[in-house]
């Protein structure tokens, strides 16, 4: 798939390639979402630091039992013109009230931000609920990401809840 973006007035082509991610590559990259994911937690979601990095734990214990690969989960290398620029991380889940294809993480390495690898990456998301017979695609954003929130509504997501707090003194 390819994808294109401007800046600095003019355009240029951007190949993006989706490919599942190897065995070295899941083990460098398990601890950087896990990091990644308690710093948003304690960044956009109000969470104390030991708090994030336990629930960060957790979870990503439960997903990835003893920090193996597992078949459930779905893990990919975003590359463009041959070079790593980010993952996606994505799994069929149950929701209250339907199964999705759940989007756990799509992440750009800032430098190649704004060049459309995300928008690949969902458009990948898409296609992949389509193949595994899948009607909808979901996610959750914190808060303090405009960028990515800009994203979603751009390609057709509607938020279905929206969570807010306010810190009183």
Known sequence: ???????????RRVATRLRPMTDEEFAAWLPRVRTAYAGD???????????ARAKADAD????????APSTE???????????RVGEL?????DTPF?????????????????????????????DEARRLGLGFVALNVFGGN????????SLGY???AVYMTKKVE
């Open 1 to 11: 798939m390819k994808c294109g973006f401007r800046r600095a007035g003019y355009r």
């Open 41 to 51: 937690m304690v960044s956009n979601g109000g969470a104390q630091p030991d708090e």
């Open 60 to 67: 990503i214990e439960r997903l990835f039992p003893g920090g």
């Open 73 to 83: 989960q779905l893990v990919y290398v975003i590359e463009a013109d041959g070079a």
């Open 89 to 93: 991380w994505l799994a069929a889940q």
């Open 98 to 126: 339907r199964r999705v294809l759940w989007v756990y993480d799509v992440h750009v390495d800032e430098a190649r931000r704004g060049q459309g690898h995300a928008r690949a990456a969902m458009t990948f998301a898409e």
């Open 146 to 153: 405009d960028p990515a929130r800009g994203l979603y509504r």
């Open 158 to 160: 509607a938020e279905e």
